[in-house]
Nanobody, 125 residues
């Protein structure tokens, strides 16, 4: 069992940066692929980024490539999403995700076992 708690959301101006954190509890964190998804008002939840348990592999949605980075610290059971050059269209609730399958599976729409409750990111233009 893995429990996920996101933090770091807030209001930022376009062009600014935010770093989201996701603290995980549970002994399987270090062996889980981790990811971030987001859901904008009136839209379906979409994939943002994923990272393998070893941090060797990372995946990003085309809309955030070059602007967002994902990293993890297995010693702290935490995964991060660094968001730079934020745009108004990045406004959404951001959800942390964990799964025992691969990060690639998460990136291509595979099942996700665990979800956080989300943190709101609002980008003002």
């Amino acid at each position: 069992q893995v429990q996920l708690v996101e933090s770091g959301g807030g209001l930022v101006q376009a062009g600014g940066s935010l770093r989201l954190s996701c603290a995980a509890s549970g002994s399987t964190f270090s062996r889980s692929a981790m990811g971030w998804f987001r859901q904008a008002p009136g839209k379906e939840r979409e994939f943002v980024a994923a990272i393998s348990w070893s941090s060797i592999s990372t995946y990003f949605a085309d809309s955030v490539k070059g602007r967002f980075t994902i990293s993890r610290d297995n010693a702290k059971n935490t995964v991060y999403l660094q968001m730079n050059s934020l745009k108004a269209e990045d406004t959404a609730v951001y959800y942390c995700a964990a799964d025992s399958h691969s990060a690639h599976s998460m990136a291509i729409g595979g099942p996700v076992e665990y979800w956080g409750k989300g943190t709101l990111v609002t980008v003002s233009s």
